[in-house]
Structure formats: structure tokens, C-alpha cells
């Protein structure tokens, strides 16, 4: 039984998908900390105040925390953003870069005008 247990916890790639999950949440600290404490920042500077938790309404003893939401919101949106400009865009664009084909030297002069017309395209795009 302790054998097959063994090779239940190390069949596949169960390290791997481990020490993903653990670079993942240090990931999710570090972009926590890029928010919290470099937009969220910006956005008090604009708006008047970071943290919007304390607004909320009462109707009938019951209190709505608006607020809280209001912050949620704002939060995942900086972190999309956080995301999207500083990983997903740069990386994108180092893999377009290495990507593309080198232009032969022996190509015919039409044809590397093709090609390098080819790789603008791509590149504005």
C-alpha cells in the first residue's frame, strides 16, 4: 500500500504541476503588491482615496457593503491590467520577436521585398 501511494504521488508531472502552484502564489503576491501599493496609489491620487470599504447602506438592519465591492472591483481590474501590460503584452512581443524568419541571403531581390513586407505587416499588427 505504501508503494502504490508512492506512485500515485509521483506519477505524471505532480512535481511539476506543485511547484507551479507554489510559483504561482508567489506570482499572485508579488502582482498583489504591484496593485496595492504602486496603483492602487494612483488611483487615491485621482479619485481621493484608495479604499472604499467603509461606504455602505442599511435598510432594515441589514447593512450593504457597497464599498467592499466597490474596492473588489477596482482591484481585479488593476490586476488585469497589471497582468496583461506588464506579463502577457511583453512576452508576447519577445515571442513574436524570435519568431520571425530570418531572410536569406540568396533570395531574389522581389521576393526579400515580399518577405520584408511580409514581417512589417506582422509586426504592426
Known amino acids: 500500500m505504501i508503494k502504490e501511494f508512492k506512485d500515485f504521488l509521483f506519477r505524471g508531472n505532480i512535481v511539476e504541476l506543485a511547484v507551479a502552484f507554489v510559483m504561482g502564489l508567489a ?5 498583489n503588491s504591484l496593485v496595492n501599493n504602486l496603483v492602487m496609489p494612483i488611483i487615491a ?5 484608495p479604499d472604499f470599504r467603509n461606504l455602505t447602506f442599511t435598510i432594515h438592519r441589514s447593512v450593504f457593503h457597497y464599498g467592499a465591492f466597490l474596492t473588489d472591483v ?3 481590474a488593476a490586476i488585469g491590467a497589471a ?17 520571425r524568419e530570418p531572410i536569406e541571403e540568396d533570395m531574389p531581390d522581389e ?4 518577405q520584408e513586407l511580409l514581417a512589417a505587416l506582422r509586426a504592426s499588427n
Open 27 to 31: 506570482f499572485a503576491a508579488v502582482v
Open 111 to 114: 521576393e526579400r521585398r515580399h
Open 74 to 76: 477596482i482591484q481585479f
Open 83 to 99: 497582468v496583461f501590460f506588464f506579463i502577457v503584452k511583453p512576452v508576447q512581443m519577445m515571442l513574436e520577436r524570435n519568431r
Open 45 to 49: 491620487a485621482i479619485i481621493g482615496k
